[in-house]
């Protein structure tokens, strides 16, 4: 431990065996404090209980406690530790868009230090391959602001149009590994379709016309799919990260400054298509309950003019409609998952008529569909305006 003698206490809350892990953290507890000599140093580990892991994330840990300084100086610490772990066959393999060892190799390639500084990032202190076949990623703890308000959507929407815009003027390179997926909803409706739950069985009684129109619909759009998926292919590529749910981005004010968006959980980056990160955004963010079915409208116009906005700040001054395709397809086709599941609740309801928390999901989800069919028709409009191919 650099030649000195540090005494060092470690409580440990958590089933994770820091106690053997104290030269790790007394070396991201340096880093943290930017090398200050450290004469002890108190340890908390406590598990941040969080309930909806990635099936890659097998724990997050906050390490936290008091570090006396030889000068004598008491100062507070927090690292956070994340741990992914592999999951089924699939998400071993690079091009799958949960491949389970992306977000390591993204903090060892050193490519979130060539984002544009209008996005932060967590600092990592260390990556850590064991030798139970688990990786524990070493960060910052970050504490910010959820974004929660129109305004503050509106905010990080423009921040992404710039981010992204970035890498279509050329002002930063897009990053070439093979690690980087590369068609990243083709992946997610590929896994989406194997593990929707089948409601063949229930669709095949439906009686009611409204149900009856969104099922045709639906499979209308399936048939279509793969065409509908080359085509991202074709919008102007930009750097994205395909999983802007409120919890991964977080705005952080330092010094009384303005608020500055900071994002965590690189375990999607992406090679994408112009838009496909908002449409992310706002699916997500409306699935999650987080935007609330009274502002959907408000939200879609807003998150959108403030992406385009973003995009023309960073000097891109293509056809606006790219854009546009881009986020109405990744919205619409988030679908895939969300209408089987929609007809699997319906089903659900069928057992359970009392169910209210049920009843508030489906009211929910119908909208949210209702969205995807509208955004999915403006799709289909603009496919042959742009010259990307359809069929009837
Ligand atoms: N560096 C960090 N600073 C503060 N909180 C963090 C940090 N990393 C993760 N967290 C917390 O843990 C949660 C899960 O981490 P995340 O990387 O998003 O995992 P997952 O991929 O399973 O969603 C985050 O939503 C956040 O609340
Ligand atoms: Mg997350």
New binding site residues.
Partial sequence: MNGAVVNITIKNNTIIDFENKSERIYACVKKCLVEEEIESLNVICDD?G?K???FT?SG?YCLHGIVRLQNSEDKPWSV?V?VIKPDSVEKNYAEHHNYWRREALVFNSGILNELPDFIKV?RCFLVEELPDETIWIW?????GEYAGTVEQFSFIARQLGRFNGAYITGDKALPRYDWLCKSWLKSWTTASRKYAPSVDTYVERLSNDDLRTIWAWYENLIRKLDIAIESLQRLPRVLAHQDLSQ??MLLVTSDNSTPQLLL??W?FLSISGIGEDLGKMFGVNMSLGIIQPDHYDEFQTSLYNSYLEGLRTAGWQGDEKLVRYGFCLSMALRSVWEVPKYFSMLAQLETEPQNQNLKDRLYRLERIISIQKDMHTEVELMMPKLGFCTVH
């Fill in positions: 941040v969080y909806t892991p990635n994330t997050i956070i994340k967590a960060m910052e703890h970050i504490e919890m991964n965590i959980d375990q």
